[in-house]
């Protein structure tokens, strides 16, 4: 792979639902995000809360998660994922040692399922590459 970039690519090329992605470390710093008309817009202060949320994961239905401005519920969580939704709008985060991935998609329930596979392919992918 040439660079960060390049897993973002992979990322988009898993579904036409997921409209912006990011990889962000876990202190929340960006290593990598779509740009453009597609630009992930999440401000550092929000990642890094974002990252935070990792910490104590099985709290986080109760409270939420805020991205881009948009405050999402939060139904579900697994020990590395998190699921959050707003109307048509939604978002998986999958942990890995040393990054968060991170794909904003729009649609509906039947889409998400290509996204969440999508991010845990490329979590996946990194936690075996020492990521």
Do not use: C
């Amino acid at each position: 792979m040439a660079g960060w970039d390049d897993y973002i690519n992979i990322l988009l090329q898993k579904s036409s639902a997921i409209k912006r992605a990011a990889i962000i470390g876990t202190d929340g710093s960006i290593w990598a995000r779509t740009n453009d008309s597609g630009a992930f817009r999440a401000t550092d202060a929000e990642l890094k809360k974002f990252a935070a949320l990792f910490a104590n994961i099985n709290s986080v239905p109760g409270t939420g998660a805020d991205l881009e401005g948009v405050h999402y519920i939060v139904p579900r969580v697994e020990e590395k994922l998190i699921f959050g939704k707003k109307e048509q709008t939604g978002f998986f985060a999958a942990k890995t040692n040393q990054a968060i991935v991170i794909a904003m998609y729009e649609g509906d329930n039947a889409q998400s399922a290509a996204v969440r596979a999508g991010v845990e392919y490329l979590a996946s992918y990194l936690e075996s590459a020492g990521y």
